[in-house]
């Protein structure tokens, strides 16, 4: 009869029998209407007709939960549908998902590293700019010689204490800043480099002199 149309099951709660049986004890008739209503509305979505009030009320809470079994059992098959035709439907949000081609265009799983920084994060580059400022190091910009502030700030932050910052900067920029024949990339390290020879000139000079007392103590 209306078997064609039917989904051939429905899920028949534990609530619903609770119901009934409460109801089958005063009213076996009206128990087997809602039955048969519950039925045919789960297996084929036929609305209940000539309801008595009563009946009609105790359906009304069935039925919703009979409608929502409904619309799954419908969005159930849209899926199977699209599914042979080899994708989502319109709407579904699987549809838009994409998988990136490239691993860099995917932020969840690959790191853009900068060249320039080490696993410290510290920069391997030119020390270009304010030293102090971790993005000036990293990027590679043109040289920018320190201001007077900027070499004392740093002299004092490294314990530089061959470096006298006035006499750096009116040595550099006498020449150019250049080192060598080759104009400066780092003044960072010129200013450690500094220190270093002027603490080796430092000790020489100390050691000649000690020479030469000694040689007058002789005499």
């Excluded at 994409?98 to 510290?122: A, I, L, Y």
């Amino acid at each position: 009869m209306v078997g064609s149309n039917g989904k051939g099951s429905f899920v028949f709660y534990d609530s619903f029998f609770e119901t009934l049986q409460t109801l089958d004890q005063e009213d076996r008739e009206s128990a087997n209407v809602l039955y048969r209503a519950i039925a045919l509305y789960g297996l084929y979505r036929i609305e209940p007709e000539d309801l008595t009030n009563i009946q009609r009320a105790l359906f009304a809470g069935m039925r919703a939960q009979l409608e929502a079994n409904w619309i799954k059992y419908e969005n159930g098959k849209k899926g199977a549908d699209f599914g042979k035709l080899g994708g989502a439907p319109n709407g579904n949000s699987n549809a838009r998902k994409t998988t990136p081609k490239q691993p860099q265009d995917n932020p969840e799983t690959t790191r853009n590293v900068n060249v320039n920084e080490n696993e410290n994060g510290e920069c391997k580059g030119d020390c270009k700019g304010n030293p102090h400022n971790p993005i000036g190091r990293a990027k590679r910009t043109a040289f920018v010689p320190p201001s007077l502030d900027e070499l004392r700030a740093f002299v004092s932050e490294h314990g530089l204490t061959n470096v006298d910052s006035e006499e750096f900067i009116d040595y550099y920029a006498s020449n150019g800043w250049r080192v060598g024949k080759q104009p400066m990339k780092d003044w960072c390290a010129a200013a450690r480099n500094w220190n270093r020879r002027q603490g080796e000139f430092g000790n020489k000079t100390t050691n000649t002199n000690a020479e030469t007392k000694s040689r007058y103590k002789a005499l």
